[in-house]
């Protein structure tokens, strides 16, 4: 059992200081800049590429942005994909491919850039890493344009925490379109301090087992607050995730006694109406589970100022602390719950890339 205080390990350091790093963050990026290179760009298509929980970053941004990009389509392609089938992706395509990594050295971001200098390399890329050294960064090519996020972001601990978080931000300030802009960042910020005191309160023992569900761009939220959980407690809390609606088909059978399970709600008609059915209907067919919504006005309230996909990084605030405090309770290491496995590691290696065929 190792005895060490939570506010010792620096996962629980970088979970607890993203509000200051998002507003200074805020202060420093060249968003205006980075906008103008984006417009001058030819592309039809915008790809938002990563592995793990760098890829659900695409996943929340296009469900969370559809629509508001024209005649612009956004897909969230994982670079586990598209680096394991190129030719299908890049075949006659002429995307802007956004790719984004924590640490920029990963297999997978590396293959991602093989994979485009085969066989698009006139498509122009933006890199979005917390690694001013790694590859993402210093890899140069025709129409690649770099954001180095705070060093603060490249977390030290296992799990992907104020990295995930300001990846997200920064990317929906480049591609919304509802005026985002310095004062989008400190609503953020602000949101999260404001539910920050309720979320820990909320927090009880580990449970047996987690689900997390959501609609919309909260869908995808679910997703990542069921990785951090499994990922910080080492496997030893198995999660799903799922939208409000999929849940009933099948994976509601998951649901035992001791599972909590956690709905991120939204704030508009109708996914409001099927999301307080669904958690109704949780609490009357599991009375002895714990079901816990967080959203507006929610039993954790948070509020969605700039609409839900700007709320997600908040959301998996719950998710993150409650990560944390269960491995900690469990006696594992927080910053790498897998220490003397051998199985995963902080950045995923022993991936043998092969060369990409035209």
Known sequence: MIQKSISDWSTWSEIISQPRVWRQWAIDCDFSGHKTWIKAQSFDEVWFCGAGTSAFIGDIIVAGLEGQRGNVRLRSVASTDLVSEPQDFLRARNPLVVSFGRSGNSSESIGTLDALDKLAPNAPRLNITCNGDSTLATRSSHGTRVIVLPPETHDIGFAMTSSFSTMLLTALMLFSDNGSNAATFNRAADTFEGALPDM???????????????????????????????????????????????????????????????????????????????????????????????????????????????????????????????????????????????????????????????
Request: charged share 15%.
């Open 200 to 358: 820990q309160k909320a927090i009880g023992t580990p449970p047996e087992r987690a689900v997390f569900l959501g609609t919309g761009a909260m869908t995808f939220a679910a997703r990542e607050a069921a990785l951090k959980v499994m990922e910080l407690s080492a496997g030893r809390i198995p999660c799903l995730w799922d939208s409000v609606l999929g849940f009933r088909h099948g994976p509601k059978s998951f649901v035992t006694d001791k599972t909590e399970i956690v709905v991120f709600t939204a704030t508009q008609s109708p996914a409001t109406m099927y999301e307080n059915d669904l958690i109704a209907e949780l609490r009357a067919q599991f009375p002895n589970t714990r079901v816990t919504s967080i959203g507006p006005a929610a039993d954790i309230d948070l509020p969605h100022p700039d609409g839900a996909v700007w709320a997600a990084p908040n959301a998996i605030l719950y998710a993150q602390l409650a990560g944390a405090l269960w491995s900690q309770a469990m006696g594992l290491n927080v910053d790498n719950p897998f220490e003397g496995q051998g199985t995963l590691t902080r950045v995923v290696s022993g991936v043998q890339l092969y060369e990409v065929a035209k």
